[in-house]
Structure formats: C-alpha cells, structure tokens
C-alpha cells in the first residue's frame, strides 16, 4: 500500500515563475490497485510519479510505501521497487546495448552485491523466452542495439524491463502518447496483461480518455495539485466519454470520493 500523506511541491518559489504543483495531496492506495490519472496540462501529474519515484522530496507531507517512510529515501534507493516507463521510448534504456545486455541490467537490478551474473547461455535463453512473450518478434532480435528498434518495440522492451522483477509499484507517465496508434494499442494490451498478471499496483497517467475509462480499477482527475476527482471502478464503468470530457472541460466539477 502506498499512502501520501498531504504531500506540497512548490517549484521557484518567491519568484514571478512560483508554480504549487502538488497542493496538500493525500491519497491512499491498496495493493494490487490499477489507479489511471488524467488531468490538465501542468496540473500536477507527473509531479505526483515524482514524489512516489524520488526524483524529489515533497517540501512537507509524507510518503510511505508499504507501512515504510521513504519520504527523503533518494530515488536511487527506490529504483530496487519502483517500476517507471516514461512517455519518451528513448528514455529508460541504453541506446547502444543490445536487447539482451539491456534486459540483463534490469534483471540484476536491485539484487543484492555479489558476482555479476553474466549472459551466460541459460540466462540467454530466460531472456529470450520473456521477450518472446511480447509477442512482436523480438526475440530474434536479441542482439541488436536497443536504438535500432522502432518506439513501439522500445517502449514494449522498456514495459518488460521495468516489471522484470514485479516492482511495488509500477509508474507510467504518458508511455503510450509518444506512439503510433497501432503500437500505443499494442503497448497498451501487453500492460494490462502484465499489470494484470503479476497484480501490479500501478499508476498510470494518460490524456486517453477512452483508456482512462477502459483501463485500470481507479480514475483520478488532478486539477492544480489536488485531487478533483476520484472514481472507483463502478462508478467509472457507468461514465460515458462524453461525460468525463464534461467533467474535465467543466474544471473544478464535483469531487466525488472512492476507491
Ligand atoms: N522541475 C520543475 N521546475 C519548475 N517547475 C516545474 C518542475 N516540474 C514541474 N514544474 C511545474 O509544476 C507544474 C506541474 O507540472 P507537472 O507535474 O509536470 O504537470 P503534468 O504532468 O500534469 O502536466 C507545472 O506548472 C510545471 O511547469
Ligand atoms: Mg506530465
């Protein structure tokens, strides 16, 4: 489980660029939970996946992730249980190693100090079998550069690597919008069956709004730092795309509560 606890993120402040980002958020939630957000531009959301990642510590509130305080916990001790794919397909791999020495990075991430484990034929072939289940191919591809491949593949070898050991919790910001409507469908469809899968807790943010009520078991709509809207998965099934568009257009629209 994972609570945040009035958390505030303010950017240049006491300058005319002061920016309140995260505006005394709480929120809390449960293992296994499919939590999508969605919100306007600037509103806060990829600020919310930093403070839960650690790319900053919150000016006041706290953090914990599974009863433990991580709230000054650096990101890169965080990095052992927190899972993230961003929007960009370049980001998140080494764009000059080959699929199977990217994959091996991120199976040996957060594995306790001890001899590194090489690529030896056996652990190859794990590989192998895992990339051969996202089903596009790739596993004859094992031993091309990660930056010859297409956004599509990327984003799909990015979406295995960041869940190769199920993590905590798994952030996704925007990691489909970079895509073309064909591969964001594939991206799409192997998340859900990873999430689904290995029951991640997973947050993921998109501007979607057919995956926002498609996908996930929780809705939320950020607005200037705070939480507009907060839908469980019943109350998001009997929602209509016309009117969550109306909810969005129409800002600061009723807070409804759930989980
Ligand atoms: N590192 C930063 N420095 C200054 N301002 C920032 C920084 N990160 C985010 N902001 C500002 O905080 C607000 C929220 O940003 P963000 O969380 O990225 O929004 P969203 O992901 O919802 O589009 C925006 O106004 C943005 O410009
Ligand atoms: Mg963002």
Redesign the pocket.
Known sequence: MIELTNCT?T??EGTP?M????AGLTLTIPDGQFLVVI????????????GIAGT?TPDTGSITVDGVDVTNQPAYRRARYIGRVFQNPFAGTAPTMTVAENLRLAALRGLPKRPLIGLSRAFRSELQHRVAGLGMGLEDRMETPIGLLSGGQRQALTLLMATFRPPAILLL??HTAALDPGSATKVMELTKQIVNEKKLTTLM?THDMEQALNVGNRLLM?ER?AIAMDLAEQEKSQLTIAELIARFAGGRGSVVSGQ
């Open positions: 993120k950017f240049g660029n920016v309140v980002a995260l919100g306007a531009n600037g509103s806060g959301k990829s600020t919310l996946l930093n900053f910001d925007e943010v950020m730092g």
